[in-house]
């Protein structure tokens, strides 16, 4: 499974946009990226899962080079809820369970 | 939605005690999953099961056994609980579908704590 690289803690402050990189450089060619956000006090939730360029949906968007080495997930004008660790995954689709969760970004989001 | 439902939210148990861990979903997964979850160590995959009575370790078996007798239940087992199983146990299911992209169910996680 390929070793992802995140930033351990970001912040941020309430309405802008935040856009947090992970480094992926011996991505498979049938590996996805997978994002998931964690709460305090909760098991992580699914956000977005791609496989190249660009997938959106109503909670934030996902970029991905041609490359595929790296891939950024962007969420637009966070509020203080966005507040949250944000891991990101790489491996095939079938997977999932097996995946590696690393440390994570810790996001903080100021007023 | 899914529901993964977790029996405890907080437990405490002495050293050298057997505990259960019960996670049930009700969205018919045929996966789930058993995680432990420790501060700067993220997520690691204790045991796993992709069917009735079928379990496969994961990467930290050691010290835990699991049970999967009905589809929508899968038990965690500590034989002799011991300090360094003090931790949040996280519960998981998903479904097999060829062809799309599987996402993890989480519940919201067992924090035991050993004596």
């Known amino acids: 499974l390929a070793k992802t690289t995140q930033p351990i803690s970001m912040d941020s402050y309430e309405g802008q946009e935040v856009n947090i990189t992970c480094s992926h450089n011996?991505?498979?060619?049938?590996?996805?990226i997978t994002w998931y956000q964690q709460f305090p006090s909760q098991g992580p939730r699914f956000i977005i899962q791609g496989y190249k360029t660009k997938v959106t949906n109503e909670v934030a968007s996902l970029f991905i080079p041609a490359d595929r080495k790296s891939s950024t997930l962007s969420l637009p004008r966070v509020s203080l809820s966005d507040t949250a660790v944000y891991y990101c995954?790489?491996?095939?689709?079938?997977?999932?369970?097996?995946?590696?969760f690393g440390q994570g970004t810790e996001l903080s989001v100021k007023p | 939605d899914v529901k993964v439902t977790q029996s405890s939210r907080y437990l405490v148990k002495r050293t050298g005690e057997k505990v259960f861990l019960e996670c049930v979903q009700d969205?018919?997964?045929?996966?789930m999953f058993w995680y432990r979850q420790d501060p700067g160590l993220g997520l690691r995959l204790i045991y796993f099961s992709y069917d009735v009575k079928m379990k496969e370790k994961g990467d930290i078996p050691e010290g835990y056994s699991v049970s999967r007798e009905k589809k929508e239940r899968f038990s965690l087992i500590l034989e002799s609980a011991s300090t360094n199983q003090t931790s949040m146990y996280l519960c998981a299911s998903s479904e097999r579908q060829p062809g799309t992209n599987e996402k993890l169910f989480f519940g919201s996680g067992t924090q035991l704590s050993v004596l």
């Open positions: 969205m018919d997964h045929e996966n």
């Open positions: 011996n991505i498979a060619t049938n590996d996805y």
């Open positions: 995954l790489v491996g095939p689709w079938d997977q999932g369970g097996k995946l590696i």
